[in-house]
C-alpha cells in the first residue's frame, strides 16, 4: 500500500478529530438549528458521494453488459441496504433527541448508545473510501487517484460536524473535555478499519467491484434516509436541514468533478 493511499484513508479520522476537538472550544451543547445544519450537510455529502463516487463508477465499470450494465449496481445496492438493515437490528444505538434505543435490549449507558450510533453510520464511509482505494490500486480506468482523494475528503468534511454532534452531546450531559473529545475521535476510528478491510477483500475479488461499489453505496444512502434525514427534519418545521444538505450535496459534487 503506497503512501499516498495510506495518506488517504486517513483524511476522514482528521475530519473527525478536528470536529471533535470542538468541545474544547465551545459551550457545552449545540442549538438544535445547528445541530439540524450539521446533519443536513452530512447527508447531502453522502448522497453526492454515493452517486457521483460509487454508483456511476460501478455501472462504468459494468458497461460491457451493454443494456444490462446497471445490474451490479442494482445488486450491490440491495445489498449493501439489507447489510445496513441487519447491523440497524443488532446492535444496539441510540438517535439524536430519541428517546428510545433502537436494536437488542441492553443496559448500556446513553452515552455509549450515541456513539455506537454514528459508529454504525460511518462503516460504510470506511467501506466507501476503502473500495474506492481498492479500485485505484487494481488499475481501474473508472477510479483515479483524484477521484479517491475526493471522496476522502468529502467525508472528512462531512466528519467535521459529525465530531462535534457526538462530543457536544457528552459534554452537556456532564462528561469531562477530555472524555467527549475521545467519544467523538473513537466513533471515527471505524472508518480506518472498514476501508483497510475493504481494501484486503476489494484486492481479492476485482471482478467484484462495481458490487463493492454500489454495496457501499447502498450502506450509505440507508444511513441517510433512516437517520439523518429525521434528525435534521426533527422538532418544529425548518428549512436550514434542507439548505445545508443541498450545500453539503453541491460541495462533494464539485469535488468528485474537479479532482475526479
Do not use: C
Amino acid at each position: 500500500m503506497n503512501s499516498n493511499v495510506f495518506f488517504g484513508i486517513f483524511i476522514p479520522f482528521i475530519g473527525t478529530s478536528s470536529g471533535s476537538a470542538l468541545v474544547f472550544f465551545m459551550k457545552k451543547h449545540l442549538g438544535r438549528n445547528v445541530q439540524r445544519a450539521l446533519t443536513g450537510f452530512a447527508g447531502g455529502v453522502m448522497v453526492a458521494a454515493s452517486i457521483w463516487s460509487l454508483l456511476i463508477p460501478a455501472i462504468e465499470q459494468s458497461k460491457k453488459m451493454g443494456t444490462f450494465a446497471f445490474i451490479p449496481a442494482v445488486i450491490g445496492f440491495w445489498i449493501g441496504t439489507l447489510f445496513l438493515l441487519i447491523l440497524d437490528k443488532t446492535i444496539p444505538h441510540l438517535h439524536m433527541y430519541a428517546e428510545k434505543s433502537e436494536g437488542p435490549n441492553n443496559h448500556f449507558a446513553k452515552t455509549t448508545m450515541m456513539i455506537l450510533a454514528v459508529t454504525l453510520h460511518n462503516i460504510p464511509e470506511g467501506m466507501a473510501v476503502g473500495v474506492m482505494y481498492a479500485g485505484f490500486l487494481s488499475g481501474s480506468a473508472e477510479i483515479t487517484s483524484g477521484g479517491a482523494m475526493a471522496l476522502a475528503i468529502g467525508i472528512a468534511i462531512q466528519n467535521l460536524p459529525e465530531g462535534a454532534i457526538i462530543s457536544m452531546p457528552l459534554r452537556s450531559e456532564g462528561k469531562s473535555k477530555l472524555y467527549s473529545f475521545m467519544g467523538g475521535v473513537l466513533s471515527g476510528v471505524v472508518e480506518q478499519i472498514g476501508a483497510f478491510l475493504t481494501i484486503l477483500a476489494a484486492e481479492m475479488f476485482v471482478p467484484t467491484m462495481p458490487y463493492l461499489l454500489s454495496f457501499a453505496a447502498g450502506a450509505m444512502i440507508y444511513v441517510v434516509v433512516e437517520e439523518l434525514i429525521p434528525e435534521m427534519s426533527s422538532g418544529e418545521h425548518s428549512n436550514i436541514g434542507v439548505l445545508m444538505f443541498a450545500t453539503g450535496f453541491t460541495v462533494m459534487m464539485i469535488l468528485d468533478v474537479a479532482l475526479g
